[in-house]
């Protein structure tokens, strides 16, 4: 995956969703090699791992990987719960992306609607290799 510009992030998660819909219930598209063996399907489920992931998705951020974190030592790692990577809001120079959650520390991260306590900006090859990495 290249860096692409944020205008076509979104855009490129939507075909992703598309993708992985395609591939509902073991069905196959015209580039599938058998049922559930895909690189277009493996690729559409890094973009949305990567930009869209499942609220509550657990993510490990080494140091240099995020910055601009009030309150948080920057050289530290950072173990916290994704409720949302804002997608729209992706840094001018499209290597990183804001991200909101909780602290793997914080108490209230189990309840969906609880405001998230942290939020930093990560780099996207990092999201992708963590996508990558629970997609396998
Ligand atoms: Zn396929
Ligand atoms: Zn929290």
């Given at each position: 995956m290249?860096?692409?510009?944020?205008?076509?992030?979104?855009?490129?998660v939507?075909?992703a969703h598309?993708v992985v819909a395609?591939h509902?219930?073991?069905?196959?598209?015209?580039?599938?090699?058998?049922?559930g063996?895909c690189h277009r399907l493996r690729n559409a489920r890094v973009e949305i791992g990567t930009f869209d992931p499942p609220?509550?998705t657990?993510?490990?951020?080494?140091?240099?990987?995020?910055?601009?974190?009030?309150?948080?030592?920057?050289?530290?790692?950072?173990?916290?719960?994704?409720?949302?990577?804002?997608?729209?809001?992706?840094?001018?120079?499209?290597?990183?992306?804001?991200?909101?959650?909780?602290?793997?520390?914080?108490?209230?991260?189990?309840?969906?609607?609880?405001?998230?306590?942290?939020?930093?900006?990560?780099?996207?090859?990092?999201?992708i290799?963590l996508a990558k990495t629970r997609s396998r």
């Amino acid at each position: 995956m290249t860096y692409l510009s944020r205008y076509v992030w979104p855009e490129v998660v939507r075909q992703a969703h598309l993708v992985v819909a395609a591939h509902a219930d073991g069905r196959m598209c015209g580039r599938c090699a058998e049922p559930g063996d895909c690189h277009r399907l493996r690729n559409a489920r890094v973009e949305i791992g990567t930009f869209d992931p499942p609220r509550g998705t657990p993510i490990r951020l080494a140091a240099g990987e995020w910055s601009h974190c009030a309150g948080l030592d920057p050289a530290a790692t950072v173990e916290m719960r994704v409720a949302r990577v804002h997608i729209e809001r992706m840094h001018p120079n499209d290597e990183e992306v804001w991200v909101s959650g909780h602290l793997s520390s914080c108490p209230a991260q189990a309840v969906a609607e609880h405001r998230a306590c942290v939020e930093l900006l990560a780099r996207v090859d990092a999201l992708i290799r963590l996508a990558k990495t629970r997609s396998r």
